[in-house]
């Protein structure tokens, strides 16, 4: 059911506050019960067999117990899809299939939350062949398995890569920084050995993550920004800086325009609109 921008923009947010949730507790703690897949092996449509993605009720969402029935749907779904679609494989495969062929200046965004939620925050951005393909609470090793399907399958000239700080808040589990670094290095590589021109976004702003308070984001942000910031100097890639333009003076996001200090809202997106644009005519006009 379509709903206005505005409402699928906090639908989205709610289902990425669902889906970081589920995937920073452990399968044990959880209250739901994991719904196996209707068959499991090698299937002709593995998709076919996993708990389609949710319905927005409409005006009805509005309602405590339609919110209450869409966060247990949601969070049924992200547990199901986390054990059996880890790389999120299902998300987009039907989606990649009814576009268009590629122009000679697509664009993909590609990223977890932030990126997911922008086309309903901004949908003017997401238009003349540039495509979102964003997955609430995804880290950068589930970003990885879905890379060639989401990324080179659909043939873009470039690719806006937002990612890592699901890795940090600890989403799939105990990382490091040298596997993120690599899961980014190796997005980046097999971009450019498919000539697709390559955009390394800096990790946005977090004081604190709401659905895991424990951890100390802010040193490991600077550490991996500072790190994406010279390997992007040293192999000709762009570098994308929302930091700077989002950053409160305390290495945190600036609260007017974040959602729960994580998440943009819509005033955060028009920020990082103008930085975005600007990183993709600086791609477009590199040689690929």
Excluded at 23 to 32: F, L, M, R, T, V
Excluded at 112 to 120: E, K, R, V
Excluded at 226 to 245: H, P, Q, R, T
Aim: with cysteine; hydrophobic share 45%; proline share 7%.
């Amino acid at each position: 059911m379509k709903v206005s921008a505005s409402l699928s923009f906090l639908v989205a947010m709610a289902l990425a506050s669902t889906a970081n949730a589920a995937q920073s507790s452990p399968p044990a703690n959880s209250s739901i019960t994991l719904v196996p897949p209707k068959a499991v092996g090698v299937v002709d449509d593995p998709c076919a067999m996993l708990l389609p993605l949710p319905e927005v009720p409409g005006p009805a969402l509005k309602r405590r117990t339609s919110q209450e029935a869409l966060a247990a749907a949601s969070k049924a779904w992200d547990e199901q899809h986390l054990h059996y679609d880890f790389g999120g494989l299902c998300r987009y495969r039907e989606a990649n299939t009814e576009l268009p062929q590629a122009t000679d200046h697509r664009v993909v965004f590609f990223g977890d939350s932030i990126t997911q939620a922008w086309i309903d925050a901004d949908p003017s951005l997401f238009t003349n062949d540039v495509i979102d393909r964003g997955i609430s609470g995804q880290t950068t090793t589930q970003m990885l398995v879905r890379f060639r399907q989401d990324v080179i399958d659909l043939h873009p000239a470039v690719v806006n890569i937002l990612a890592g700080t699901n890795d940090i808040a600890g989403n799939t589990g105990p990382t490091s920084i040298e596997a993120i670094e690599g899961n980014i290095k190796t997005m980046a590589e097999l971009a450019r050995a498919h000539h697709i021109r390559v955009i390394l976004a800096s990790i946005t702003p977090v004081a604190k993550y709401p659905w895991r308070p424990e951890v100390q984001p802010v040193e490991t942000i600077r550490t991996l920004n500072d790190w994406m910031k010279g390997y992007a100097k040293e192999n000709g890639l762009v570098y994308l800086d929302y930091f700077a333009s989002l950053d409160d003076g305390h290495r945190g996001f600036i609260a007017k325009w974040a959602i729960d200090g994580v998440h943009p809202n819509a005033d955060g997106y028009a920020v990082m609109n103008k930085l975005a644009k600007k990183a993709i005519d600086e791609a477009l006009s590199a040689a690929p």
